[in-house]
Structures are given as C-alpha cells and as structure tokens.
C-alpha cells in the first residue's frame, strides 16, 4: 500500500521494531519535505524530542510528480537501499545511516542529516568549498576502484552485477540523456534564443557519432558500482562533510559516468557564474582536486594501475560531462543554477557559452587527456 501522511503513522507503529529510533509510545509528527520528482521524502520526528528524527523515503509504484498513469516499479529503492549499504560498508561516514528497507512498502528509514544543505545551493551562493569537491572525489573513486572489475575479478564483478541489474534506471538515463535531448521530442525545451545552436546539434554527424558512442559505452561497459545520478543535488553538506544521497540509478557499469555528471554540474555552476572570478577559480579548482583525489584511490587499490585505466576513464568522463551538459541546457530537466538568472540576456549568453563547451566536450573526449587540458578550454 501507497504511503501518505494519513496512513504513515500506522505505518510507523507497525515498523517500530525494526526501525528503532523512537520510543514505543511516542507521539510524532510527520512532515513531507522532498521536493523530487520520483518519489516522496518525510521528516519524522518525535514531538516531544525533535532532537530524534528520521528520513523516509517512499517510491511509489508511478513517477510521483506524472501520477499513477506513469507507473515505475519500486524496486529503484531496492538499488538505493543496496547502493546504501555498499557506501556504508566501503566508504563509511559519507551516506546517511540506512535504518531500516522495507521492501514490500518500499521505504528507507535513515538517519535525518538535519542541518545539511544541497551542495547545488552552496555552489549557487557562491560557495565553491574545495574541499567537498575532494570528499566527493574520494568517494567515487574508493567505491569504483574498490568494486572496479579488474581489481576484484570476474566472480565479485558477476555478484555486484546482479545485485546492481537495475536496467530501468538505466534505461531512463539512456533516453533523458543520450537520446531525447538530440531528437524531437515532446520533453525537451530551451531558451528560444537557442535554436539555432540546437538545431545544428541535430545535424551535426560528428558530434551525433560521438554520441552514439558514448550512449553505447553507457549501456554496455560493466566496471564498477556507479551511483548514476551523482549530480550537485545528489550531495547534502553537513558539516563541512560530503553526504551522497539518492542512489536509487545505481548499476554496474562505466564509472567515469559518476564522475562526468559531476563536472558537468561544476561546469554548469561554472558558466553560472560569469563574471564571478573568485567563484569560478575555485570551481576550476575543485574539478582538478576531484579527479587527484579519485585517482589517488585507483593508485593505492593497485599500485601497478595500468596508464590506459585512468586515461580511459578520464575520457569516458569527458564525453559524458558534456552529455550532461547538454540535456541540463536543452533537455527535460535544466539546472536552478541556470534557470535562476533573471537578465534573460545574461542567462542565454551563458546558455551558449556552457552549450558550446559541453558540445566540444562531446566531440573532443577522445583527444582530450588530462584536466589541465578541459581547464585551459575554460580561461
Ligand atoms: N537523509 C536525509 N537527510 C536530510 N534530508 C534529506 C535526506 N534524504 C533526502 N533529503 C532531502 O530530500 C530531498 C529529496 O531527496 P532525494 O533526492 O533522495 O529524493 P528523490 O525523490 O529521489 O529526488 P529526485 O526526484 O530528484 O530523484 C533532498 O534534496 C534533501 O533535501
Ligand atoms: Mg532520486
């Protein structure tokens, strides 16, 4: 049964037990507090002890915002509760405390990061901290090197690629990411001004190869555990400490598409704010730490890492960085960091700009090899 706020405290009666954080008798509010699109989030707290609250969050067997008449199966919280325990187990600290999977209402229960804030609305503000760009640098690269298919053999590789088969998410990112954004089709928009940019996208057969390409690695290349949607929204800060939330797109599969997203979103963050040099330096910044830090843990994992595995990687990333780009520009899901610039000239400027440099790094990924070189197309 479909969890709302009417039959939520029932709910928490019932699974009292397993999720352990409150008393018997106490008496809780609850209140809704995602703003996602796929599924619902609520804070419980104990009303007499607010100090004590938990997170759940519920899939409906639909895509939350579209209804019942968009069903999506539940099991994209089975993943998430995986991916959770995965994190836990290998990079302990940077997720929240999973308490409890129900899998049968598919909910989480886990530990309520109370006073963190979307890494997306730090950036935003202006606050590029260098040092969450190297926890989230960390963290990917302790997870895919520590699941990374020639690091831990053919037999581990099989078991996580069936406890991480979660091909509808992967189908979804396949079609808002690879494919709608460079067809016509009914989800995509974009500033008016930028239509002729789009239209010649649409016929540009290098950069459609490329593309090609890249969705083909996306769908076929089985590396490691991926988080799938590791974008600056997916990043709570507490603390000054990285939290990586919303795994429920995890799969087995290339990793530089982790950390592709995640430049990407630096990137977009990056044109944002043009003008701003103190902002965008220490973006520039951040995306170098990102990578030093990720493969600081390949290195350490196996200190006879072959050169092509980075620089594999590191491509991949590329062409997907600027796939990410592109379909935050001209696809069905845009960035606040950009939808939020009132001068509509500033913004389509930036729209070009940012447009531009993710279409170069769709088509150059192959050529490009190293950060300095990305960062050096920026100045
Ligand atoms: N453990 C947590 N502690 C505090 N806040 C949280 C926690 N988990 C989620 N949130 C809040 O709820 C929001 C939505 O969570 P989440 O991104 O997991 O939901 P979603 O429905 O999968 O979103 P989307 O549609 O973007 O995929 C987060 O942006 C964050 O503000
Ligand atoms: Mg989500």
Known sequence: MERNLTTLPDYLRRRHAEIRVFDAQAALSIEEIGDGNLNTVYRVSD?????????????????KILGPDYPLSTE????????????????????????????????????DLR???????????????TAIAEQVGQFMGIVHSQTYVDNIGNATAQHYRQQFANVTMQAITADYVFTFPFTEHKTNFWTPGLDPDVQHLKVDTDFLRQ?????????TVQQGVIHGDL??????????????????????????????????????SYFSHQGNLRVQSALKTAVGQVWDTYTAEFTMVDAGLKSETLSNIFQDAVGFAGLEMLRRLIGAAHVKDIEGIVDLSRKLRIERTALQFGTTLVK??????????????LS
Request: glycine letters at 4%.
């Open 115 to 129: 006073d963190a804030h979307v890494l997306r609305d730090d950036l935003i503000a202006g606050t590029a901290d």
């Open 211 to 219: 593309v090609e390409h890249l969705k083909r690695t996306f769908l």
């Open 76 to 111: 994209r919280l089975t993943f998430e509760s995986r991916a959770l325990d995965l994190y836990n187990r290998l990079a302990s600290g940077t997720v929240p405390v999973q308490y409890d999977f129900d899998v049968d209402a598919a909910v989480i229960a886990m530990e």
């Open 364 to 377: 150059q990924h192959q050529s490009l090899s190293d950060v300095a070189a990305i960062l050096a197309m």
């Open 231 to 268: 974008h600056t929204g997916s990043v709570l800060v507490q603390d000054n400490t990285a939290k990586v939330i919303d795994a429920e797109f995890a799969f087995y599969g290339p990793v530089g598409f982790d950390l592709g997203l995640y430049w990407a979103n630096y990137f977009l």
């Open 47 to 63: 009303a007499e002890r607010p100090e004590r609250s938990i997170i759940l969050k519920h899939a409906p067997p639909y895509i």
